[in-house]
Every structure is written in structure tokens, then in C-alpha cells.
């Protein structure tokens, strides 16, 4: 079946995707945890809000080394979150309100702990095959096992392979020693994981996210970079396409909602993942906006944004990605990020505008917008004090890798401060009483220390707040093809903080402008036009206002 540019923006570009962090969302039972139940009881907010999807990040067994994303069964729930029971009930209690469930899917690896893995280490050489095992330098002992077959980091820190004594071999792990690596080139594991798709779509799941699945396909040769981390060889590797196409075919799931999570990927690769032409994906996600803030390329330091670099990206990709016929989710939050407000604008003079503006900006773009939990609330990053208030393996490696090279334990601590996962992990505020009525228990993460005035609550009772205008960039989407399939052309502006770019469809054009600063900025002229949304009451003729977001319509 040939699917249209027409029809698959009709079909992606008028859904919205809320995505809920399990361990922080709700509570029920007071171990401090979120759980199952705890989305099932929030979903009138959700279905109020106005999202189609939820996506739910890993709540399958594991031994929780990264939250989850260290899987050791694929087809049951962490006892921690729930029973199988549980998901049912959200499932058709989400179902029943038009909302959708996305599974997150974390086919790159498993953890250490799935009965593979241990089959594998037991030296079964069926199991050894699922994973990326390379034997020892000749010679090598557990005393002295030599070199690991590459010098490739692991994306939490260290060498990505780990010795096994027992088998004189080495594994690799990407990201944490306790996630290893499957071999995609071994088709028993590729129809493993295809049936585990194929579980849950049993279960009436209708949408996936696949995570770092442009990792999947490692190169034939194993070879030391000299450039970098490693990343070039296996990011969009050789049989990416292939792969996916299979996974797609054995799982099922062609037609249904689909997005791929890309770690350092490229354009064109993106299209080919999601030009429906292809029957991989339906969408993907690159982060390249999101390291306009890394100087150099490195997360481990601190820089101001480069919003004349952001510009071009969004700009590039927004273009390009419609002229090949793919499609992009659009985002600035999930939970490997900070929040975008606190680390891109001013959250302490202009919370307001600074959250909504953002907001606005990405969700007019063409593709399909993710909210992260809390993003509508206008929720910051934490204020800590302290690097024992921090919980992810990824923060607590690089404290000290930051150490080692040099940096004293305060400048440490500054660049976690500003980086880490966590600042985007914290619990949901729902409401101003203890523990912002996220648990009854002690929180797993500490709360943000705002939650009293920034929560759910207060802001369901203000048609003025974050969360109100949030859901109205929902409504305006439903409401506006020009929105939902429009072309986008990004705009020359006479300013290096503002970020302007319009949607056109037959005689229908909207302009959007974004202030990236505190300061009066040229605007665009617009006459003709009036508001479509804007988070200043008032209009203010030929300059944008501090961190003002504005969308004018001809129609
Ligand atoms: C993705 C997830 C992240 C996880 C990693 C390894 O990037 O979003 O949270 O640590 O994959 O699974």
C-alpha cells in the first residue's frame, strides 16, 4: 500500500503524544515510585489536556541500573510498577477516553539480568550468539585479559567493552556494563524481538518507541576510532534499513504509530526511516537541536545556546525532511534532558513566557509534538545542593570522570547541576500539598523545591497558566490543517535571537516568531493578520517582546 505526503500528514501531523516517566509520574501505593495504577487515575487530566498517545517509558522487569531501559523481560511488568492486570486496566481505561498506549521498546540491548544473557554467560553458545561477545587477545587471562577489542566509549563513560573471565571474552555495552549489547546480526534474536512486538499488540498496544534503535546494526570489522567516541561506525549502521523493514514485517506493525529515537544520526538516514515508502517508522527523533548548548560537542561543559545554530537546524531539518517525504517528532523535553525552559531562557524573571514560548515554538512546526510530563506545567530543573540528591548512573559516572580530569568537585557539581538527567526526572507536581501529591511515601527523586506554586492544580484553576496554554497549542492543532500538513519555510530575520518561520496551505499562511532573549527584538511586519496564539494579552506593533512566542494568521 503507497501511503501519500497527504495522508501521512493527516494522519501524524494532527496527534500529539504525551510522554509519562513512570518512576516520577503517580504513586499509589507509597513506595515513592510511580506505578501503572498511578497513570490509570491521571488519564481525565491527560484526556483533558487533549493528547492522543501516552507514551509510557520501560516499566517491564529490570534491575533498574538505568531506570528501566535495562530490560530483563520483554513481555511482563516490574513488580515495582504494577501487574499485568494493572496494564490491562490502563489500557482499556485509556482507550475508552480515545488515548493510546506507546511502548517503549529497548531492542538495542538487554540487561545482564535477562535469562539470555545469563544462558550466554554460561557459555551456552546459542545465547552467546545473541550478544556481541569477542574473544580475548591470544594469550589473555583473567589475571591479564589484554586489551578490549576496540577503544570505543561507552555513552555513560568508559571503555564499551567489558571482560567476562569466566569465558575469556569480552561483551559490549553501549551505555551501563549491566546493558549488553544484542547481535541484530543473528536472525534467532531479530524474531525474538518481533514476537515480543507482536505480544503486546495482542494486548491492543498501538503504538511503539523504539529506543536508540539507529544503534542496532554493528560493522562487520571491529575497528579502534581515532576520531571519537566510536560512534561513526555503528550509529546508522550497514543493515539499519534492512533490519528495521524485517522488524516491522515479523512485528506487525506497519500503519501504526511508530517513532524511532536516533542517537547522532543523519538527515538522510532520517528520511529514509520515515518515508512511509520505506515501511520502517513513522517518525523519528534527532537531538542535534539539542546540543546547540554543548561547546565543541561536549555535554561535560558548560555553554550559552547558539540560537542562530538552533535556527539552521530546525530550519534544515523541517525543510528537508518534508522535501524527502519523512517525518519529525518535535520536542525539547524528555527524560534524558534537562528542562528546556531553565536551560534555554530565564526562568527566574520570565517563567511564563519562557515555558510557553517554547511551547509554541516547536508545537506549529510540521511533524508531531511530544509533551514530556511537567513540560506543561512550565516545570524547571531542580535547585540541588548536593550530589547525593542525584539517582542516575550517567550523572553520578560523570561527577567523578569529571574529577579525574581535573575539574575541582564544585565545578563538578555545576556542570551536573546544569546536566543531568535527573534535572528533567523529577517528580510530577500535581498538586501544593507534601510531596506535591506524588506519593504518599519518600520521593525515589526529590521534589523541585517551586512545586508549590508550579503544579497541576493550580494551574488547571487559571485560564492564564502554562498548562492553559499548552492546551489551546492542542486545540489549535486539531483545529488547523494549515498546522496539521502545511508546508514550512524557515523566514530571514533581522535578528540573531529570534527564530521566525511560516506554514502555508493554499491561501492560508501562519507566521510564527520566537524571542530567544530578555530583550525587545525587530519583528517581522504582519499586516493583515491577526493572532492565532500568543503569550503576551496584548499585540505590540514591530518588536518582539522578552522570550515573546507569537503566530499570526492570513486566512
Ligand atoms: C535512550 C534512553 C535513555 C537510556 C538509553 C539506553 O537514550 O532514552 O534513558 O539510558 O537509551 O537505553
Not at 234 to 250: C, F, K, N, T, W
Request: net charge negative.
Amino acid at each position: 500500500m503507497k501511503t501519500t505526503p497527504t495522508e501521512q500528514a493527516l494522519r501524524l501531523g494532527s496527534k500529539v503524544v504525551y510522554q509519562i516517566y513512570i518512576k516520577s509520574f503517580q504513586d499509589t501505593t507509597g513506595n515513592g515510585m510511580g506505578d501503572l495504577r498511578g497513570i490509570t487515575t491521571r488519564l481525565d487530566y491527560l484526556a483533558d489536556l487533549g493528547v492522543d498517545y501516552l507514551w509510557i517509558t520501560p516499566f517491564f522487569p529490570s534491575p533498574q541500573n538505568d531506570n528501566g531501559y535495562d530490560v530483563s523481560d520483554y513481555c511482563a511488568i516490574e513488580p515495582i510498577y504494577g501487574t499485568m492486570e494493572d496494564f490491562d486496566e490502563l489500557s482499556r481505561e485509556a482507550r475508552a477516553r480515545g488515548i493510546g498506549l506507546m511502548l517503549d521498546m529497548v531492542f538495542n540491548h538487554t540487561s545482564t539480568e535477562h535469562e539470555w544473557f545469563k544462558k550466554a554467560l554460561s557459555g551456552d553458545p546459542k545465547y552467546l550468539a545473541y550478544y556481541k561477545f569477542v574473544d580475548a587477545e591470544p594469550g589473555a587471562t583473567p589475571a591479564n585479559p589484554g586489551k578490549p577489542p576496540t577503544n570505543w566509549e561507552s555513552k555513560f563513560g568508559g571503555n564499551a567493552w567489558e571482560y567476562v573471565p569466566s569465558l575469556n571474552k569480552w561483551y559490549l555495552h553501549l551505555f551501563d556494563v549491566t546493558q549488553a549489547d544484542l547481535n541484530w546480526d543473528n536472525p534467532e534474536v531479530r524474531k525474538e524481538l518481533s514476537e515480543v512486538l507482536r505480544f503486546w499488540r495482542g494486548k491492543g498496544v498501538n503504538a511503539f518507541r523504539f529506543d536508540v534503535v539507529n544503534l542496532i546494526s554493528k560493522p562487520a570489522v571491529l575497528e579502534d576510532d581515532y576520531e571519537g567516541d566510536g560512534r561513526r561506525f555503528y550509529s546508522d549502521g550497514p543493515h539499519i534499513h534492512e533490519y528495521l523493514q524485517e522488524l516491522v514485517r515479523l512485528g506487525d506493525i506497519d500503519g501504526l504509530m511508530t517513532v524511532g529515537e536516533m542517537s547522532s544520526t543523519s538527515l538522510e538516514s532520517c528520511i529514509g526511516y520515515s518515508n512511509p515508502a520505506n515501511h520502517e517508522l513513522s517518525m523519528v527523533f534527532n537531538f542535534h537541536h539539542l546540543k546547540v548548548d554543548y561547546p565543541g560537542g561536549e555535554k561535560w561543559a558548560l555553554a550559552e545556546p547558539d540560537i542562530v545554530g538552533l535556527r539552521n537546524l530546525f530550519g534544515t531539518w523541517q525543510e528537508r525532511m518534508t522535501a524527502g517525504g519523512g517525518w519529525n517528532a518535535l520536542f525539547w523535553s524528555n527524560h534524558d534532558q534537562p528542562r528546556p525552559n531553565s536551560r534555554f531562557c530565564d526562568t527566574d524573571h520570565y517563567w511564563y513566557e519562557s515555558s510557553t514560548m517554547l511551547g509554541l515554538c516547536t508545537h506549529l512546526m510540521r511533524g508531531t509534538p511530544y509533551i514530556y510530563q511537567g513540560e506543561e506545567l512550565g516545570q524547571t530543573i531542580t535547585d540541588y545542593t548536593s550530589i547525593d540528591q542525584y539517582r542516575d548512573v550517567e550523572s553520578l559516572n560523570y561527577y567523578r570522570i569529571l574529577q579525574e580530569r581535573g575539574y575541582t568537585p564544585e565545578e563538578a557539581f555545576a556542570i551536573v547541576h546544569a546536566r543531568s538527567r535527573d534535572d528533567g526526572r523529577t517528580p510530577m507536581a500535581w498538586d501544593a500539598s507534601e510531596h506535591a501529591g506524588f506519593t504518599h511515601g519518600t520521593p525515589w527523586l526529590r521534589l523541585v523545591g517551586n512545586y508549590p506554586t508550579i503544579n497541576a492544580a493550580a494551574e488547571m484553576e487559571d485560564p492564564h497558566s502554562v498548562r492553559s496554554f499548552f492546551k489551546r497549542l492542542i486545540g489549535i492543532r486539531k483545529a488547523e490543517e494549515v498546522i496539521q500538513r502545511g508546508d514550512v519555510r524557515f523566514l530571514d530575520v533581522p535578528s540573531d535571537k529570534v527564530i521566525a518561520y511560516e506554514r502555508t496551505l493554499g491561501d492560508t499562511r501562519v507566521v510564527v516568531q520566537c524571542n530567544f532573549s530578555g530583550d525587545e527584538q525587530p519583528a517581522l511586519a504582519t499586516e493583515g493578520s491577526e493572532v492565532l496564539v500568543s503569550n503576551y494579552e496584548d499585540e505590540s506593533a514591530g518588536v518582539l517582546r522578552p522570550w515573546e512566542g507569537t503566530a499570526r494568521i492570513w486566512r
